[in-house]
C-alpha cells in the first residue's frame, strides 16, 4: 500500500530530532487522533532554512511524510517553505493511500507553523499574513 | 531473512494435510455436488463427508452444519437470518465483538431493530449483569463472541446462552477465533447458532460454516437453488469443505499438545515484553485468553509504526483487528477496555501459531525493544528523553 | 471405462495454469490482504493484479469489480443491494432465470415489491415487447440473464439495458453461463451489474464477482470489515480470486479458437440427435444460444432415468437445472418455452467444453438411441412398441 | 444419492413388460408429474400371482421400486401381496432419498390396483374390501 519512497523514509527518516534552541518550533495534530508531528526549525540570516528536524508520533505516512518534508525544505527560502503543500509532500512521496491522505499527511502544516512561529517570535506578523496564506488555523483536525 | 509469522488470528497458513485433501477436487473430483452422474455423486459424498467431520468436532449434529463462505457470511446469517421472520425488537451484542458482528447489529438498526452493546470490564470480559439487565421483553437474539480477536479474552459462553435462553432469546456465539484453539463443544455450551471460519484454523480462506441448532428458525440470505437445506444457495465450494473438514479434525486433533505449547509460550512472550520495555499495559484477561494471544499497548508510539518496522526485521504481527476500510480509528475494542484514545493507538497483537517456536519468540525479545526505544525517541509525546 | 463429461453448464474442471497460479496462495503467500506486513502486502498485490484481469476481459475499471463467493452471491447482490435504498417498488425479471434470481425476486417480493416475470417465446428468447411494456413509474431494476443454463438461449442484453434506462431503471445481468464462453463486454452491453462465477469458466468453485458500473448505489449484503469498497465485507479468498482472475484471461485467450469449434460439436450432436431419434424436440434457439449448448426433450421418457443410464455408459449429463433442492418438478425454463410438462419432464441438457472431442460426440451418438429406445420400451406411455 | 440395490434395479430392472390377456392391470400416477406406473398379473387358482410385470415412466426410483415390487410379490398369494407398502418397497430397497417418498414410490399402489382390477373383474368385490383396507383411492397425487 506504501510506495517503495514511503517505505525509504519510514524506514529511514530524515532529520530526526529536535534542534535545541530552534528559531521557530511548529506542531500539528493530536495523540487522540494519532498523529502528532513537531518540526524545528534554524533560520539563516538570508532568511534560509539552515536546518530542520522533525519527531513525530503516528503511522508509516506520517512518519515519512515529516521526513520527506524536512528533505524538502532544507536549504530553501521560507518564501519557498511556505509554499510546499501537504499535496505536494504526498506527491514527492509517489502518493499516499487514500486513507492516509486526510490525517497523517499534516507535515507541511506543522512546517508552516514553525515558520509562523519564526516570523512572530521576530516580529514579523506582517510577513506571516504574506508567506503563509494557507496556514492551517489549528484545523478540524486536532479536535476529531 | 528469515521470516516468523506472528499473526494467526489474521490467518492461518493452509495445512498441508488440508491441501493434500483439497487438492483432487479442483481439476479431476470436479463434479458439482447437485449433479446425479457419478461426478456429481462423488463430490456430494465429499461434503457430506466433510460436514460429518464439522459436525462431529463441535459435537453437533450433520443435519445442523450450514457451510458458507466464512465467518463474516456465517454471522450475517446468525443475526439477518435468525431474526428476519420477527418483527423488529431488540437484539442485544457485545461491545467488542469483530465487525461482521456489529455491523450486522448496525444494519438491523437501522432496520428498525434496538441495539444494545454490552460493555466489557478491563480485562476485556463482558459484564454479565448489565448483560443480563439488558434483556427486554422483545428481545430475540443475544451475540456475543466466544473469544475476541484483538485482545484474546474468552467469555463465559456458557453462562451468557442459558441467560439469553431464560428470557427467551435465541444465543449465537462467534466463534470463529475460538474453534481449532480452545475446545468447543455445542452441546456443553448451548448456544444455538455458532460461526466459524476455515482461514483461522489452517484451512482455506472463502469457507466458513454455521452450527444452526435444530429446531432453530433461520432465514436464509442467499436465495436459490436451495442448496445446504435451503439456507444458504449457491453451487458448493467443493475443495474449500473439504479442507475445513480436514483442518477441523486436525485441529481437534491436535488441539491437547498445541495448546499447552503455545500458552507457554504465549506467557513467555508476554512478560518478556513487559519485563523489557517500560510503559507498556497488557490488554486482555491474563489467564481467560486465547492460547496463541499476545496483546499490549506501549505507549508514546504508534502501532502501524511498530508494526512496519518489525516487518523489515522480519517479524509480522498487526496493530489489531485486520480491517480492510483502513480505519485509522483506535480499535474500538482495546478503547472498550477502557483504555485512552491516544494509548490505544499504541496497541499491538501478536497471534502465535502451531509452527511457531521457542527461538522464535526469542528472537522477537531481542529485536522488538531496541524498535520501540528507537520510535520512542522520535516521538514527540515521549518525554523521557 | 472411459467417462465423457458432458455437464460443464453445472460446473468446469479447474483449468491446470488456473490450479498453479492459485497453489502458491494457500500454503506460502498465505498472508490476509488486510495486514500491512509483508504477506499481507503480498496477498494484497495478489488480490488487485486479478481483479486487473478480470476488469480487462470485461472492458470494464478495476474499481468496478467487487468478489463474491460466486453467482448466486453476486445475483444477489445486485437485486437485494441495488435495490436497498429504495422504498418497495417494482422489479423485473425473466420467466426463465436460475433460481439465484427468480428466488432473490421472490423473497424481495415477499418484502413488498412487486415483480414482473417476462415471457420467452418458443426458442427462450425473452419478449421485448412485453418487457418494454412492463416497465412501471416505479420500476427500479431489470434482470435479465445472458444466456440461460438449461436451453442455452442469448439474450438481446444491449437491447434490454438501454431499454431499462430509458425507463429509468437500473439493469442488471446474470452472465454465470456467458463469461468465458461468449464475448463479454460491459461497455457494449451498457449494463449497470453482471455477475460472473468462478466454477463456470475452468476456475474453482466459491468464487465471483460482481460487475458495478462506476456511479451506481449499492448496499452490502454481508457487513463487517468494510472489505471491497465496503461492498463485500469478509477475508478475500485469495487463491480462489487469483484463480478466477486466471481462469477469466485463460478463458477469453482461448475463446475464439474454442467458441467455433465448441459450435460445431454442438451443432453435429443437435443434429445427430434428432436424426437418429424420433419424437425429440428441440430446445432453446438454433443460433442465438451458448456454443456448448445442446437441449432437447425426448418424448415418452423421463430425464433422470435417461441421465443415469447415460452416466452408467459414461457420460455424464444434466436432466436440467442442477437444484439441490431435489425438486421433481419440471424445469420452469422449460415449461416457460410452452412445453407440456410431460414433455418437459423429457428433457436434457448435454453442455460440452473446451476438453470435449468429436470422438467423444460419435460416442455418444451411437451410445444414445439404444437407452433411449430401451426405455421407451419400459415406459407405459409410449405406445408405437 | 441412490443406495447400490436401487441402482441395481434401475439398471437391471427384473420382470418388464406387459402381461398379455392379464388377470389384472393397475395404472397410478400421471405423465404430468413425471411418474406413472403401469403392473400387470396373472393369478393362478391358488390366489397366487403367477407372473407380474411393470411398465414405467418416470425417474431411477420410481422404476426401481416397481422391479423390486414385482420381485417382492412374484409367487406370493393376493393376500400377502396387498399387505406390502409403498414404505415396505422402500425398505427392501435400502431406503429413497426424501425427495422420492412421495411422488416416486408409488409401485405398491399401481400393485394393489391391479389385484382390485382382477378381483372386481371376477365378481369379488367383497374381497376387495379384505385385502384392500388402503386402497389408493385416485390418490390426490394424480392430479397434483
Ligand atoms: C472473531 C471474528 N469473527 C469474524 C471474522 C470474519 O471471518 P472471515 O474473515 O472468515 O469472514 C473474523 C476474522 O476475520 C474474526 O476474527
Ligand atoms: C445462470 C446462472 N446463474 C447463477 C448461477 C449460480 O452460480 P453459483 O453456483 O456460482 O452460485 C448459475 C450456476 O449455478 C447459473 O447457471
Not at chain 2, 446425479?36 to 459435537?59: F, I, S
Not at chain 2, 485509522?328 to 484514545?341: C, F, I, K, N
Request: aromatic share 6%; hydrophobic share 40%.
Amino acid at each position: 500500500m506504501y510506495t517503495d519512497l514511503v517505505m525509504d523514509h519510514f524506514t529511514n527518516p530524515r532529520n530526526v530530532g529536535e534542534i535545541e534552541d530552534a528559531d521557530g518550533v511548529g506542531q500539528i495534530g493530536n495523540p487522540v487522533c494519532g498523529d502528532v508531528m513537531r518540526i524545528s526549525i534554524a533560520v539563516d540570516d538570508k532568511d534560509r532554512i539552515a536546518d530542520v528536524k522533525f519527531k513525530t508520533f503516528g503511522c508509516g505516512a506520517a512518519v515519512a511524510t515529516s521526513s520527506m518534508v524536512t528533505e524538502m525544505v532544507m536549504g530553501k527560502s521560507l518564501e519557498e517553505a511556505a509554499d510546499i503543500s501537504n499535496k505536494a509532500v504526498a506527491e514527492a512521496l509517489g502518493g499516499l493511500p487514500p486513507n492516509k491522505m486526510h490525517c497523517s499527511n499534516l507535515a507541511a502544516d506543522a512546517l508552516h507553523l514553525a515558520i509562523q512561529d519564526y516570523l512572530v517570535k521576530n516580529g514579523r506578523e506582517a510577513d506571516v499574513e504574506q508567506f503563509l496564506k494557507a496556514l492551517p488555523k489549528e484545523r478540524e483536525h486536532s479536535s476529531h | 531473512m528469515k521470516t516468523v509469522y506472528f499473526d494467526h488470528a489474521a490467518t492461518t497458513p493452509v495445512d498441508r494435510r488440508v491441501l493434500d485433501a483439497m487438492l483432487p477436487y479442483f481439476s479431476e473430483q470436479y463434479g458439482n455436488p447437485s449433479e446425479l452422474h457419478r461426478l456429481g455423486r462423488e463430490a456430494r459424498a465429499a461434503v457430506e463427508a466433510a460436514r460429518a467431520q464439522v459436525a462431529a468436532v463441535l459435537g453437533a449434529g450433520e443435519k445442523e452444519i450450514v457451510f458458507t463462505a466464512g465467518g463474516t457470511e456465517s454471522d450475517n446469517l446468525a443475526l439477518f437470518g435468525g431474526l428476519a421472520r420477527s418483527q423488529p425488537g431488540h437484539l442485544i451484542v457485545s461491545a467488542i465483538e469483530h465487525p461482521a458482528v456489529m455491523e450486522a447489529a448496525r444494519a438491523l438498526n437501522r432496520q428498525g431493530w434496538a441495539v444494545d452493546f454490552i460493555p466489557v470490564d478491563g480485562d476485556g470480559i463482558v459484564d454479565v449483569d448489565a448483560y443480563e439487565q439488558a434483556f427486554r421483553d422483545d428481545t430475540r437474539l443475544a451475540s456475543v463472541m466466544f473469544a475476541n480477536n484483538v485482545v484474546g479474552s474468552v467469555q463465559p459462553v456458557a453462562a451468557l446462552a442459558r441467560i439469553a435462553h431464560e428470557k427467551g432469546a435465541l444465543f449465537h456465539t462467534d466463534a470463529v477465533q475460538a474453534v481449532g484453539s480452545l475446545p468447543v463443544d455445542v452441546g456443553e455450551l448451548g448456544v444455538d447458532l455458532l460461526s466459524l471460519s476455515g482461514h483461522k484454523l489452517y484451512g482455506p480462506k472463502g469457507i466458513g460454516a454455521l452450527y444452526v441448532k435444530r429446531g432453530t428458525r433461520l432465514q436464509p440470505i442467499l436465495h436459490g437453488g436451495g442448496h445446504e437445506r435451503r439456507l444458504r444457495s449457491g453451487t458448493e465450494n467443493v475443495p474449500g469443505i473439504v479442507g475445513l473438514g480436514v483442518a477441523m479434525t486436525t485441529a481437534a486433533a491436535q488441539l491437547p499438545e498445541v495448546r499447552p505449547r503455545l500458552e507457554r509460550l504465549r506467557d513467555k512472550l508476554a512478560a518478556g515484553v513487559a519485563e523489557r520495555i517500560p510503559e507498556v499495559t497488557s490488554l486482555g484477561h491474563p489467564t481467560q485468553r486465547l492460547p496463541g494471544n499476545v496483546a499490549f499497548s506501549v505507549r508514546y508510539v504508534e502501532g502501524e509504526s511498530m508494526l512496519l518496522r518489525l516487518d523489515a526485521h522480519g517479524f509480522m504481527v498487526s496493530s489489531g483487528s485486520a480491517c480492510a476500510s483502513g480505519s485509522l480509528e483506535p480499535s474500538h475494542v482495546v478503547l472498550a477496555l477502557g483504555l485512552r484514545a491516544e494509548d490505544a493507538h499504541g496497541s499491538m497483537r501478536i497471534s502465535l501459531g502451531r509452527e511457531n517456536t521457542e527461538e522464535e519468540v526469542d528472537a522477537f525479545l531481542e529485536a522488538f525493544p531496541p524498535i520501540v526505544d528507537k520510535l520512542r525517541q522520535m516521538s514527540p509525546l515521549y518525554v523521557k528523553g
